[in-house]
């Protein structure tokens, strides 16, 4: 057998026990502490590994060696029984250093040791080890219940301030802001959103909206469907009720379905619903764009109770908010109601003090006084109504044609003598009835030589004045002035002495008739049949005037020709017609005259008023009885013939009407030569109101608008279908932008020498569902109508650039196109830096294309927009360069990169006899040599293009025959980092 050597055992040098106390003295944490008791166990005479064990057996944390399942066996003896365990061969042993926290040291020696010796050396080690390590363990307990507590008082804190909140009279967005603040000190909250969610209307609401690298978001402001979410994190959160956290990858894992991403990706997201007795009712969500930042499961149960707290916070701002709402209008409707009330009893009670004063005036009329009593008595009758201090009555006389003044007040001292007839305020009311003019009115009535000032006597603050009347006979007239700014008359001042000046006149004009009547008697006969005649000839007069109110209501007051009304009246008649005689038609061309605005600005309204009487009469003068022919408003006309045998016929009439039209016309020294665009639509019995034909007609007149000048266009049905798919590519070109349908395609820029690519120009192209690809001239023009076209080239701008950074060797740079709409930008050139640096483009790869077009816009501000680019390395080019107006003016004081030649020029250089081209180009490429700017041909589409241009020294270009545009990977493999 072999014998067994005895143990060394040697005890550790007093200085040794100092530093093994020192080190446990400065450790603090109970992993610290832990580390130097392995340490010191190892440092045991024979001891070859060591291992501390801390916690339960099946769920031990071990520190130092690894241990097995039977150490950890050991581990647990120790812990129910002895505190030494020892193996048969005396080369394992398991010490308990602690036993309630379930602390175990396991030792491996390379030779064996006796039970009673280690147990000693074990003892007089371990002692104070085991104390340090029990007091990091309660240390480290007393600090995990601070930090509970500290959390604990923060969300109590919380849910303070968000009841506090609900309570307080900030609007709901000020609000909002607080709550995200206050989840902002729970956890990180930097982009933050409340949901709102009606679940019985399925609709939902962006309440609360921040994410620093979404900007827009969606529209706080609007509630939409639920369903246009379908698949959306949103959506899962809403209908499912249950909370999401992690990033995409594990969001996808967590969700019953597809997931389609809304927004930019982010590197952690967490969303939990806010419930109310089990129903969803909204939600909140945080993300984090930030690497090492992401939510816990602890995040994520605390948001999920600090939701239901915001929920009830919401509601009972909402109910707050809704029960101010309903209290401000019903005290609107009861202000409304009680101001029309006190406006109904001014009313009545001015309408009383008018009745009283009318039937005053009327008594007059018959009392047995003298006519200077009569007329100081009606002036006390009209003081009553308005302010009536200055006040005179001026009568007609016919024989001597004069004006006579049998009464008059003035406190300015105004003496009112019998005059002739002349230029003055009163003659002018005479000729053109009621009159309320200032001081500054009665200067631009003279300037324009409508009054003689001479006449008009001591200058008035306000004036007014209303003719007296009898049947049709103006026989006077009755004023009132005033000196000073308190008393102004207006319209409420003139109704009211008009209605008194009715009865002023009859009762003057009975009080003539009575004196007057004893010296009728003799004649008595004969004025009767007179007075026969001349009520005759009222009646006449007054049905003339009912034709002519007729007249005026139905024409137009300018040209004299019908209005709207009367077409519409006459039309519907003709309509009516022909639904008794289908097999008749009519015809409505509609026209609008070009250029009118330019006229009527230019040369003045008066001129332009003059422009379209002549056009008045001459449309008049293009058609026969009963066509008409009607102004319906500025400088729109309508000719409706009623009754055509063939359509022919109506165009036959518009070429007519557009070559009468095109003569010569002189206005105000101008010579004119006018024209009109003109839509006509056929009537039949299809047709069941003017409205629809006028339609028709428009929509026609609109198309020859948009075909140009002094043109007409026959209405049919695909006139009316190009108008309804118009209304419907709007709403799929906001489809697209939402469905990211729209995909950048790259043309080659070339080497004209060796063909090699050295930059593409990026060109959209648009991946309609139904349509198939589609390209600019499909879609661009409605996109500009609609607004839409800056966010689909900042979507463009965005896809090429991340395009071209992820894909390709070497280092291509590309070309975009940029309006002039984004050059009226100040922010354009910051927005364009922030879009490379998120797509990883450098910006020395980036040249942005302007037209001559853009420079004419606002040059200082292009100039200065492409200069701060240039220094940061963004290059610019001059796009279709020869086909403007200004680009010499412009070129040496741009900052620019290339210029590229328009394919005008490069499509002549096929034909050897063509020498303008030729020259064209080469002066532009000297022009470019001599400010060192880089020159690309366009439109290069055959071989002997490509030949002349290389001669002539172009050194790059681009076309059909280079390449054609296409997908980017198309021209360009993948970088390996990238696949």
């Known amino acids: ?61 071990a520190f130092g060696a690894a241990v097995t399942p039977a150490e950890i066996a050991w581990a647990q003896a120790v812990l129910d029984g002895d505190e030494l365990c020892v193996s048969g061969d005396g080369r394992c042993a398991a010490w308990r250093l602690l036993l309630r926290e379930r ?34 363990l309660e240390l480290a307990d007393l600090q995990d219940s601070h930090k509970q507590l500290e959390r604990s008082e923060n969300l109590q804190r919380a849910l303070f301030a968000i009841s506090d909140l609900a309570g307080s009279d900030l609007d709901m967005p000020k609000m909002l802001r607080g709550v995200h603040m206050i989840v902002s000190t729970l956890m990180y909250g930097e982009n933050f959103a409340i949901v709102r969610y009606d679940p019985e209307r399925g609709t939902m609401r962006f309440l609360y909206y921040v994410d620093v690298e979404d900007p827009q978001g969606p529209d706080t402001g609007r509630e939409e469907l639920l369903e246009k979410y379908r698949n959306s994190l949103t959506w899962y959160l809403l209908t499912d009720g249950k909370p999401l956290m992690g990033g995409m990858q594990q969001l ?76 401000r209008l019903r005290t609107q409707e009861l202000a409304e109601a009680n101001h029309g009330l006190k406006q109904e009893v001014l009313e009545r009670q001015r309408a009383e003090r008018l009745q009283a004063a009318l039937f005053q005036l009327a008594q007059l009329a018959t009392a047995d006084i003298d006519e200077s009593e009569f007329f100081r008595q009606v002036h006390a009758i009209v003081g009553s109504l308005i302010n009536a201090q200055n006040f005179f009555v001026a009568l007609v006389d016919d024989v001597t044609r004069s004006l006579t003044f049998p009464y008059a007040a003035d406190s300015a001292g105004e003496t009112y003598r019998d005059r002739p007839l002349a230029r003055g305020l009163s003659e002018y009311v005479l000729a053109h009835g009621p009159l309320v003019v200032n001081r500054a009115g009665m ?88 007075r026969t005649q001349e009520l005759r000839q009222q009646i006449r007069q007054r049905e003339q005037i009912q034709q002519q109110l007729k007249h005026q209501v139905m024409h137009d007051p300018l040209t004299g020709l019908p209005n709207r009304g009367f077409l519409r009246d006459r039309l519907d008649r003709v309509l009516a017609l022909l639904q008794r005689e289908p097999e008749r038609r009519c015809a409505l061309l509609y026209l609008d ?12 309204h008066l001129a332009g008023d003059e422009f379209l009487q002549e056009v008045a009469r001459r449309l008049l003068s293009c058609v026969r009885d009963p066509d008409v022919v009607a102004r319906l408003s500025g400088d729109e006309f309508a000719i409706l013939l009623e009754d055509i045998e063939i359509p022919a016929a109506a165009v036959n009439v518009a070429r007519r009407v557009l070559q009468t039209l095109a003569e010569p016309l002189r206005v105000a020294g101008r010579e004119l030569e006018p024209s009109a665009s003109m839509g006509i639509a056929i009537g039949d019995s299809s047709y069941g109101s003017a409205d629809e034909v006028l339609h028709d007609a428009d929509i026609a007149l609109y198309r020859a608008k948009a075909g140009g000048r002094k043109r007409f266009e026959l209405f049919d049905e695909t006139l009316a279908k190009n108008v309804v798919d118009v209304l419907a590519l709007e ?37 309609h569902p139904q349509r198939g690809l589609l390209k600019p001239a499909d879609f661009i023009k409605i996109a500009e109508d609609c607004g839409l076209i800056e966010t689909i080239d900042w979507r463009m701008f965005e896809l090429s650039s991340r395009l071209l950074a992820r894909h390709g060797r070497g280092d291509p740079f590309m070309t975009f196109n940029v309006s002039a709409r984004h050059l009226r930008h100040d922010d354009f050139d910051a927005r364009l830096l922030q879009l490379l640096e998120r797509t990883g483009l450098p910006p020395s790869r980036l040249i942005a294309e302007v037209t001559e077009g853009a420079l004419l816009d ?59 081209s030729t020259t064209v180009v080469a002066a532009i490429l000297a022009l470019a040599r001599a400010l060192n700017i880089q020159v690309i041909a366009e439109g290069i589409e055959t071989e002997a293009q490509r030949r002349a241009l290389l001669a002539m020294g172009c050194e790059m270009g681009q076309g059909y025959l280079l390449g054609r545009p296409a997908s980017i990977r198309h021209w360009l493999e993948p970088h390996a980092e990238g696949e």
Not at 267 to 282: A, E, F
Not at 859 to 886: K, M, Q, W
């Open 1 to 61: 057998m072999n014998q067994r050597q005895a143990p060394s055992t040697v005890a550790p040098m007093p200085a040794e026990e100092l530093v093994w106390l020192s080190r446990l003295i400065e450790a603090i944490t109970p992993m610290e502490v832990a580390v130097v008791i392995v340490e010191l166990a190892e440092s045991l005479p024979g001891c070859e590994t060591a291992s501390l064990l801390c916690g339960a057996c099946e769920t031990h944390a």
């Open 103 to 136: 602390v175990v040291l396991l030792l491996h020696f390379a030779c064996e040791q006796p039970a009673p010796l280690l147990r000693e050396a074990l003892a007089s080690r371990f002692t104070q080890a085991s104390h340090r390590l029990l007091h990091a």
């Open 252 to 327: 996808r894992e967590q969700v019953d379905g597809p997931l389609v991403p809304i927004g930019p990706d982010c590197i952690d997201w967490l969303g939990v619903p806010m419930l109310r007795n089990g129903q969803v009712h909204g939600a909140l969500v945080v993300q984090s764009y930030r690497e090492g930042i992401g939510f816990s499961d602890e995040d994520r149960v605390l948001l999920e109770f600090v939701g239901s707290h915001i929920l009830t916070a919401l509601e009972r701002k909402q109910t707050k908010d809704e029960l101010e709402l309903r209290v």
């Open 443 to 530: 200067l631009d009535m003279a300037e324009r030589k409508l009054i003689d000032l001479d006449t008009v006597g001591a200058p008035a603050v306000c004036w007014l004045g209303v003719p007296l009347v009898v049947g049709d006979e103006v026989i006077g007239l009755v004023a009132v002035q005033s000196y000073t700014e308190v008393a102004i008359y207006g319209i409420a001042d003139q109704e009211l002495l008009s209605f008194a000046a009715l009865q002023i006149a009859n009762s003057i004009y009975r009080r003539r008739s009575a004196a007057a009547l004893h010296q009728a008697n003799v004649q008595l006969e004969q004025r009767v049949e007179e």
């Open 593 to 604: 005259v070009d250029r009118f605005k330019v006229i009527n600005d230019s040369l003045g």
């Open 731 to 767: 709403g799929e070109l906001r489809q697209a932008l939402q469905h990211d349908q729209f995909e950048p395609y790259f043309q080659p820029i070339c080497r004209l020498d060796d063909g090699q690519a050295v930059g593409y120009e990026a060109l959209i192209r648009w991946n």
């Open 858 to 916: 606002n040059p200082e501000r292009v100039r200065a927009t492409l200069e701060r680019l240039r220094t940061v390395g963004v290059g610019a080019a001059l796009d279709d360069f020869g086909t403007g107006y200004s680009s010499l003016s412009y070129l040496h004081s741009l900052p620019l990169r290339m210029l590229k030649i328009d394919q005008a020029f490069v499509q002549e250089l096929d034909n050897a006899s063509n020498t303008n």
